[in-house]
């Protein structure tokens, strides 16, 4: 489940943008997973707010369904970078597709591998374009709720500084 908003392509670490260090990153994890189990499926979910639907599970799309194709894979995620995207993340959307299109045979690990600068000011409830209590409450409530289901997360959170956020007073760490 990669970030794909905005933000994530305004900011640099040396001379490329966070969004394709983090590409080229989950590029680099791909290979390892494929590389440790052939027998492994791997889906790409992409997130960010939708233009025409902000605040929805629309804010979230599945680029890639399951496969054991390294290279579908890698297609997709490199192709998270043409997408058109608004300014704000929806990891509840981009968790709540992952956790859908998970297969459903039986004793198998599931695993959801989020990427992301962190700070969800989107979530499927309608709430958009702010940065609340509520928001990070939901989004908190849907990432406990599917590791209860036996799914578990293991998230990067990337670039996230102590510059504080004006409209919270919180800082994008917290």
Known sequence: VIDNSASMTEDYIGDQTRKQVVINSANSLVDKIFAENSNAKVGVVGFSSSPSAEGTIADG??????TNSSEDVKSAISNLSELEVGDRTNIDAGVTIARDNFSSDEDVKRYIILLTDGVPNNDINGNS?????????NTKSKLESIE????EIIASMINLDDETEPTTGKTYRE
């Open 61 to 66: 799309s599945l680029r890639q369904e399951l």
């Open 129 to 137: 374009q702010q940065y609340s209590d509520e928001v990070l409450s």
């Open 148 to 151: 209860q289901s036996g799914i």
